[in-house]
């Protein structure tokens, strides 16, 4: 079980083990996986409400939509959480941690550079809002963020004002019980950038009907 670590290095150390069949490995998207805590989180609570997640990665961002508990629209998009602080370094020239300061905290205003890095992922999210609402016959009204730009207060404004919803920062961790003790102190306040491991951690507990969820 992995998470956050480059996709070739990984088919590096799936090679190394035994294959046939049933297959004894497997590799999924990290994004993937954020959307199954997704649905055993905030997607059992909306009480049939149509709502959509967007989980900013590294290197990508992906679009959910879930409708009466049920999936009914997911969508990769090659734009993510690098692109804007890459855009950062050169328009500002600043470092990288700096520029991760700047979206955070939004004390200097980049919202310029911001919609014209990320522009093209707005459109795509007006159109898959209008999808879905179209294709089921309802109305979205829930707006989760996860990943990493869920930091972001420039990312969550954005959001809000293109599609009319509070953008509400999903902490995937709420949905397991945790000892005292077993997350670190300095990364509270960070829990949304858990979600691709999270949902991954759930997919294996649902392996084996003996380990309680």
């Known amino acids: 079980l992995a ?21 004894p490995t497997s ?20 009480d049939g409400a149509a709502a959509l997640l967007v989980e900013t990665g590294a290197r990508a961002t992906y679009v959910y939509a879930v409708n009466g508990g049920l999936p009914v629209l997911v969508r990769r998009h090659d734009r993510g959480a690098e692109a804007v602080i890459e855009h950062l370094n050169r328009q500002l020239g600043v470092d990288r941690d700096l520029a991760q300061a700047v979206l955070a905290d939004g004390a200097v205003d980049v919202s310029a550079a911001f919609h014209q890095v990320m522009g093209p992922l707005f459109k795509q ?20 963020v996860s990943g990493g730009l869920g930091c972001s207060r420039l990312w969550r404004e954005s959001l809000s004002e293109l599609l009319g919803l509070p953008a509400a920062t999903w902490d995937p961790l709420a949905v397991l019980v945790r000892s005292p003790g077993s997350y670190p102190d300095r990364l509270r306040g960070e829990e949304w950038r858990f979600a691709a491991a999270v949902g991954a951690g759930i997919g294996e507990l649902e392996r084996d009907e003996h380990v309680p969820h």
């Open 3 to 23: 998470a956050a670590i480059p996709e070739a290095e990984i088919r590096q150390v799936l090679a190394l083990t035994a294959t046939g069949t049933p297959a």
């Open 27 to 46: 590799l999924q998207p990290s994004g993937l996986a954020a959307f199954n805590a997704f649905l055993r989180g905030p997607g059992e609570a909306l």
């Open 125 to 144: 999210l007006c159109i898959a809002r209008d999808f879905v609402e179209r294709q089921e016959s309802c109305a979205v009204r829930h707006l989760f």
